[in-house]
Nanobody, 127 residues
Framework: VQLVESGGGLVQAGGSLRLSCAAS????????MGWFRQAPGKEREFVAA????????YYLDSVKGRFTISRDNAKNTVYLQMNSLKPEDTAVYYC?????????????????????WGQGTQVTVSS
C-alpha cells in the first residue's frame, strides 16, 4: 500500500488549504482512511478519519467545524479541507489507513489501528 500526500504549504492564519492523499496497492474503497499530524516537539496526534463509504467521519475536537475529511473512491483519493487555520495547526500531516476492511471512522482514532502511513506534507500557518 502506498499513500502519497500533497497540498501542504504556507498560509496565513484564517486561511485555507486542501490536502490530498492518493492511495494505491489495493482496493481503496474497502478501507477507512485517516489523517494524523505532528508538530515540532509534540506527539503525533489524530486529526480526522472517514469510513470506507464516506458516510461516517470522526474528528479531533479542536478541528471540528474547521476541517472536513472526504473521499473519492473513483479516484482512490482522500482529502482534508482545512479552513480557518490557526498557528497551532502547524505540523506535518500524514495520511493513514488500516488493514481491516469496513471499520468505522472512530476506530482510526487509535494510532495502532493505522498501519500504513504516507511520507507527510508540511502545513505552516503564520500569525
Amino acid at each position: 500500500v502506498q499513500l502519497v500526500e500533497s497540498g501542504g504549504g504556507l498560509v496565513q492564519a484564517g486561511g485555507s488549504l486542501r490536502l490530498s492523499c492518493a492511495a494505491s496497492g489495493r482496493t481503496f474503497s474497502l478501507y477507512a482512511m485517516g489523517w494524523f499530524r505532528q508538530a515540532p516537539g509534540k506527539e503525533r496526534e489524530f486529526v480526522a478519519a472517514i469510513n470506507w463509504s464516506g458516510g461516517d467521519t470522526y474528528y479531533l475536537d479542536s478541528v471540528k467545524g474547521r476541517f472536513t475529511i472526504s473521499r473519492d473512491n473513483a479516484k482512490n483519493t482522500v482529502y482534508l479541507q482545512m479552513n480557518s487555520l490557526k498557528p497551532e495547526d502547524t505540523a506535518v500531516y500524514y495520511c493513514t489507513t488500516n488493514n481491516r476492511p469496513g471499520t468505522a471512522a472512530q476506530a482510526m482514532g487509535a494510532r495502532t489501528e493505522n498501519v500504513y502511513w504516507g511520507q507527510g506534507t508540511q502545513v505552516t500557518v503564520s500569525s
